[in-house]
Each structure stands twice: as structure tokens, then as C-alpha cells.
């Protein structure tokens, strides 16, 4: 009975809280985003109605996330989850289970134009049977890495945002609009940036195949010895026909990305005389002290890497 | 070459498909390997059936080990000087959207490596390191030797002869240190040598190291002291110690367990505790209180939220690992004293599959509770004092053909 008492005043007390003091005093909504990239989109939709927590934060791998018991915590109080979806996240299913979660989980890739991976990645990721813990099949998760898709998960955010938090509705459009046209300008910076690279010069080297939607929209070749996820380790066969294309298709520039071991990069940069010109930020951002600590910054960092190994900066 | 097999499997698919047709069946098998306390076997049974399959026969009493894939269960028989594989019959082959398995009898596959007073048991990184405490030796074998009956080791070796532990950690392998001036006591830290033997770094101090474990992308190395944490860096392992906060008791743990599923370390933290490690979180150490002493814990690899802990007044506890406290328990058995040598017969947990399987050695049994209800739903009797034990088994599909 007094439980119910309780309830039913604190439920008044919020109710009276919303009606009389609007957004100043009320919770933010609360937001588990699974990685780092997902987690700025959030913050730029949700702005300070929302409080995001992040599972694989700056520099982490997804792939081969292990999640711990305090993620499950996070899971278990949020009321969103915002996921990559197209088998991205092979933790999550496991962490869902641990957390008993009842949060509702968006996958933002819903709206895409899925793409598969190259033919020889997907053939490796077949008869290697997937690896650990998921099996990514023929579809490349990475869509975000073109910025036409990062404006579907926004938009695809705020759609959930407003399911989840009517009261802020026309906030999280307003802030998905501005956050689309930042987006908009992004998109004609990268394909002005392609452009100005000679069409023969468009090959370059990265070390998983987390690319292939950055070459399906912009036009820029990428060879990866790793293949679909970065807990796939390549064969000896497997790098030394890399190199042997490499050295056909005269590479441009060799780069080794953020979230990945750079051992085998600098190995096939050895072999092919292409230098290393970088780090392309693939599945995560940087830190926030780091060259690509936002979404915008991730594309603005790649392109400029891309644009000075193979051009000169 | 890889296409060179597809091709070919696709040659005998499509041959095979002109005379017979194929079907899949969903199988499901479970397998418990009970060493017992006084006699030199290994009892293989059934943990549907409750039926005894097969009796292995070793050396001497044995502790026992199962690989991560389950396809090895390692006899370590500390008082026989002496380690001993046996396959459990069961084997998982991942086909991206299904996994077959193939049961087949179980049996000693012949490799046995010999050496005085084996003590840990290391698996990481597709290795098993065993340890041999009276020659300060590690050696170190993968699975696919132990299956074909092979004895070849590569030996790494400590600076004397004590109780330690190695463990691969990539082109590496962590070695105990022992204390030079009592290598009678615990080692005093974790020394890193490369795969020409060399030693790359300083020693990692870790007083009275006991207890090592891993879980995820992580190892962690229990000290008096707090932990070592050991993560891949780009220039092979990176380890740091991590102090246990003033905030805890006095104490220290020194039997490590690594969580399947979900990445933290549970250990034991005095005779009445256990101690949550989440290196993620801030709060990184959490005790969890036990009516009693405890006898054995294990962490449960398909359920992650869970592990459970036998102590000794009889019951069996579910630990709740992300709330950090004992959810449910059940009494199982008469009590179990801890007082008296460390080794007596007392009840060691498995888990198979929906069942938690607790050996009673004492009665000669093993009990059966269901992990979901949590309830007592059954034993199995068994001859001797059942001891140790370790699970294998899961679910796949059958190809049969007709």
C-alpha cells in the first residue's frame, strides 16, 4: 500500500515536473550506442536530452569486442539501444541475454542499400566457416564509412529518439536537420577530394576490408589483406598474392587503420616498396585529443591521409 | 588451395547428390569426465542418459582440463608425475550458419607428458602450457598433438624449480619468477620471454602470484598485491599491475576463474568470499559474501550473467554477475568441512548444457540441477569418491545420409 502511495506521488511529481518546468528538470533519455561512431550521431541528434554511453569506445575494435559486466549494467538501464545491425555487433545478442535488457534496439542500417563484400573476401569468410563468436555472411556491415548512409542513421536516430521521447520530437529533428546539412557539406568535400586523384592513382591498402561502402560511393579502390573482420587472420598465401596485386595494380598508398594490429601492413609495405602514408580511422573514432575524435572528422582525416599519401600533402 | 578443397568438396557434393540424398538432424550431446579421488581413472558418462560410457585408466589420481574447444580434456595426475590427453569424442565444425557435430567414442588419443609434480594448467592462444613444478618447466603442446597421440613439447624454463605457471600469450610466453632467495614460497612475479627464450623486459613484479585466468581478449595474473593485467599491444604483451583498493579487506585471491561471454575475473577473496573483476568498470573489484566457507566456484559458459559456488554447508549458489550478489541457492549434500588438507574429497561443480552437475564424492554421486529453475532435478551414481570434473558437448547438426 505505501509503495503504491509512493508511486503513485512520485508519479505525480513527475507528471506536475514535465507540465510546469519542461525539458530543465526531467531525466535524459537514456542511450547505450554499441561503438564510438553511432555515439557522436547520437550526441549530435540527442544534444542534452539524451545520455549516451558508449560499449566500444575510441580506438576499439567491434569485431572483436569481449563486453563486461558493467556494459550489462548500462544495457539493463537504458532505454534505447543503438546498434550497426548487418551482423556488426557479434557481442550483442550475448550482452542482451546477460543484461536482461528491455530496452527497445535499433538497427541503423535499416534503409541502406546493403552491398557484399568483394567476391574473394566473401569466398575466405565461407570456407573459413565465419570466425569467433559471428559470421558477418556476404553483406559488408560497414555502411557508415559513406556519408550518403550516415545521414540514414541519423535520421534513423531520430525516428527512435522520438518514439522513445515524444516531448523532444521536434529537438531531435531540428538537431538531425542541422547535424544532415554538416553532413550534406561532408559528402561534397569527400567526393571533391576523390576527384582531384587521377582515376589510374585510385588503388590504395588498408588492413581489414571495412571500406568497400567509401569505394561503392566515392570511387576508391581498397585492397585489404584481413578481409571482413579484423579478428580474421590472413594466410601467408593470402599476403602474398596481396602483394603480388599490389604490385600489379601499382597501389598507390598503404595505410593502416586505427583499430587494427599495424605488424602486417608495415610487412606487405616492406614487400611492396609502397610506403605506409597513415592511419585511416575505419570502425571507430579517435580519441578526443585525436585527429578524428568526430564522424566528421573521421571522413575529413581519411580523405586528407588518402589525398596527401597518394598526392602529396 | 582453398579453392582447391571447395572445388573439390563441391565435386563430391554433387557426386554424392546422383545416389543419395543427404538430411541434417539437430543432435545434441553432453559428456562428463569424472576423475575420482583415490583411483587413476576417468569415468566418461552420458549427462542426458545419466549412463557411464567409458572408463579411461591413468596413471594416478587426477585434476582435470578441458581446451576451449572441447575436444581435449587433460589428466593432470600431480602424484603420478604425469599429464595425459583424452578425447571426448565431441567436435564442433563451424558452417558460418550452422555448426556440425561429430560424436565419436572417447579415448586416451597416447600423448603423455611426463614430468615431475605437474601443477598448472594454461590454455591461451591455441597452447596449452603445463606446468612442472619440481623442474621449474613449462611445456607447451597445441590440440592438434594432443589429438594424433603426439609427445613432442617446446620447453621453456624457469630459473629454479617452484610452484608456477606459464602461459603463450602470442609469439610469447609469461613464466612465473621464482623467489630466489625461498623457492619454497609463491613466485615473486611474471617474467616475459620471447620465442628464442630471450627475455624481453624487466621481471613484472607480482608477490605470491597464484592464480592466472583469461577471459576475452584479457589475462590476469593474481598477486598478494592486486592484480597483473595483461592485454596484446603492438609490441607483444603489455602488462600492468592493478592494486587492490584500500576499500577492500584484507586479503587477496590466489584461484582465478575468467568469464565466457562476458569479459571480468572472479577469484576467491578469503574463505568466505568471492571477488568480482570488471578491469572496465570503475568500481573494478566487488565481494560477494558467502553464508559459509566455500568448497569451489565455476563460471557458467552459456548463461554469462551467472557462476555458482558450493560452499561448505551443503548448497550450491548462483552468483549474480552483473548484480554482483548470490541470486538463488539450493542444497545439494551433506556439509563439507573445509577443515583438513586442501585436497580431501569434496564436491567440484560442471557445467553441461541446461544442467549444473556437482559431484558428491562422498556419496558417490553427482546432482543435477537445472540452471534455469535452479532446482535439484536428479543424480547419478558412480563408483569411488567422483572428484574433479569438467563438461563438454552443445548442439549441432548430423549429416545422415539414406
Request: with cysteine; aromatic share 6%.
Amino acid at each position: 500500500m505505501l509503495k503504491s502511495i509512493r508511486r503513485a506521488l512520485i508519479l505525480s511529481v513527475i507528471t506536475l515536473t514535465s507540465l510546469s518546468a519542461g525539458h530543465a528538470f526531467a531525466e535524459p533519455l537514456k542511450v547505450v550506442a554499441s561503438f564510438s561512431i553511432i555515439s557522436d550521431f547520437a550526441k549530435n541528434v540527442g544534444g542534452d536530452r539524451v545520455e549516451v554511453t558508449t560499449l566500444v569506445g575510441p580506438d576499439g575494435d567491434a569485431h572483436v569486442y569481449e563486453p563486461s559486466p558493467a556494459d550489462a549494467v548500462s544495457m539493463a538501464s537504458a532505454k534505447l539501444v543503438l546498434v550497426n545491425g548487418l551482423h556488426f555487433e557479434g557481442f550483442l545478442q550475448r550482452l542482451v541475454e546477460a543484461s536482461a535488457s528491455k530496452a527497445a534496439i535499433v538497427e541503423l542500417t535499416k534503409g541502406i542499400t546493403p552491398i557484399d563484400f568483394k567476391k574473394e573476401f566473401a569466398e575466405a569468410e565461407e570456407a573459413e566457416g565465419g570466425h569467433e563468436g559471428h559470421n558477418h555472411g556476404s553483406t559488408d556491415p560497414h555502411a557508415f564509412q559513406s556519408v550518403v548512409n550516415a545521414k540514414i542513421y541519423v535520421k534513423n536516430i531520430a525516428d527512435a529518439f522520438c518514439n522513445a521521447d515524444s516531448a523532444g520530437c521536434d529537438t531531435y529533428n531540428a538537431n538531425a536537420a542541422a547535424y544532415t546539412e554538416k553532413l550534406d557539406g561532408l559528402d561534397k568535400e569527400v567526393r571533391e577530394a576523390i576527384a582531384a586523384i587521377p582515376q589510374e592513382k585510385r588503388i590504395v591498402i588498408t588492413s581489414h576490408d571495412a571500406f568497400g561502402y567509401f569505394e561503392h560511393e566515392y570511387g576508391l579502390t581498397f585492397l585489404a589483406p584481413q578481409g571482413l573482420s579484423t579478428d580474421s587472420e590472413p594466410s601467408a598465401a593470402d599476403v602474398a598474392k596481396l602483394v603480388e596485386q599490389v604490385k600489379q595494380d601499382k597501389a598507390a598508398a598503404i595505410f593502416v587503420e586505427n583499430i587494427s594490429n599495424p605488424r602486417l601492413i608495415e610487412q606487405i609495405s616492406v614487400e611492396t616498396d609502397v610506403k605506409v602514408g597513415g592511419t585511416l580511422y575505419s570502425d571507430a573514432l579517435s580519441k578526443a585529443n585525436g585527429p578524428a575524435a568526430t564522424y566528421i572528422d573521421l571522413m575529413r582525416n581519411n580523405i586528407k591521409q588518402i589525398k596527401g599519401a597518394i598526392l602529396g600533402s | 588451395m582453398k579453392r582447391l578443397l571447395a572445388a573439390a568438396s563441391i565435386a563430391v557434393l554433387a557426386a554424392g547428390m546422383a545416389t543419395t540424398s543427404s538430411f541434417a538432424e539437430e543432435k545434441t550431446a553432453w559428456r562428463l569426465f569424472v576423475s575420482d579421488h583415490g583411483e587413476p581413472v576417468i569415468n566418461v558418462v552420458d549427462a542426458l542418459t545419466g549412463n557411464k560410457i567409458d572408463t579411461l585408466p591413468l596413471k594416478g589420481p587426477a585434476s582435470l582440463y578441458r581446451s576451449a574447444s572441447g575436444r581435449i580434456v587433460f589428466a593432470v595426475q600431480g602424484k603420478a608425475d604425469m599429464v595425459s590427453a583424452a578425447s571426448t569424442g565431441i567436435t564442433f565444425e563451424d558452417h558460418g550458419d550452422h555448426g556440425d557435430i561429430e560424436i565419436t567414442a572417447p579415448r586416451l588419443t597416447g600423448t603423455e607428458i611426463a614430468g615431475t609434480k605437474p601443477s598448472h594448467f594454461v590454455e591461451h592462444d591455441g597452447e596449452f602450457a603445463l606446468f612442472f613444478d619440481g623442474e621449474g618447466v613449462a611445456r607447451i603442446l597445441d590440440e592438434k598433438k594432443a589429438l594424433d597421440g603426439e609427445t613432442s613439447v617446446r620447453e621453456v624454463k624457469a630459473e629454479a624449480p617452484h610452484h608456477g605457471v606459464a602461459a603463450v600469450f602470442g609469439d610469447y610466453v609469461l613464466l612465473s619468477e621464482p623467489n630466489k632467495e625461498k623457492p619454497d614460497e609463491l613466485p615473486v612475479g611474471i617474467r616475459v620471454v620471447d620465442s628464442a627464450g630471450k627475455q624481453v623486459g624487466d621481471i613484472r613484479a607480482c608477490p605470491d602470484l597464484h592464480g592466472e585466468a583469461t577471459s576475452g581478449k584479457l589475462m590476469v595474473f593474481a598477486c598478494a598485491s592486486g592484480i597483473l593485467l595483461v592485454r596484446d599491444a603492438d609490441q607483444g604483451p603489455s602488462i600492468e599491475h592493478i592494486a587492490y583498493p584500500t576499500s577492500l579487506p584484507s586479503g587477496k585471491a590466489t584461484t582465478l576463474l575468467g568469464g565466457k561471454g562476458l569479459q571480468y575475473f572472479l577469484g576467491n577473496y578469503g574463505a568466505d568470499r568471492l571477488v568480482l573483476i570488471d578491469p572496465s568498470a570503475n568500481d573494478m573489484f566487488r565481494l560477494v559474501e558467502l553464508p559459509t566457507r566455500r568448497v569451489h566456484f565455476a563460471v557458467d559458459p552459456i548463461r554469462p550473467r551467472f557462476a555458482y559456488a558450493f560452499t561448505e554447508d551443503g548448497q550450491l549458489h548462483q552468483v549474480d554477475i552483473v548484480a554482483g550478489r548470490l541470486a538463488q541457492s539450493v542444497k545439494l549434500t551433506d556439509p563439507y568441512s573445509m577443515d583438513g588438507h586442501w585436497s580431501d574429497p569434496r564436491p567440484r561443480i560442471a557445467v553441461a548444457g541446461d544442467r549444473i552437475v556437482v559431484t558428491d564424492p562422498l556419496k558417490s554421486q553427482l546432482h543435477l540441477v537445472d540452471a534455469t529453475s535452479f532446482a535439484k532435478t536428479g543424480d547419478i551414481s558412480l563408483t569411488g569418491k567422483p572428484f574433479n570434473i569438467v563438461a563438454v558437448g552443445g548442439s549441432g547438426e548430423t549429416h545422415a545420409t539414406e
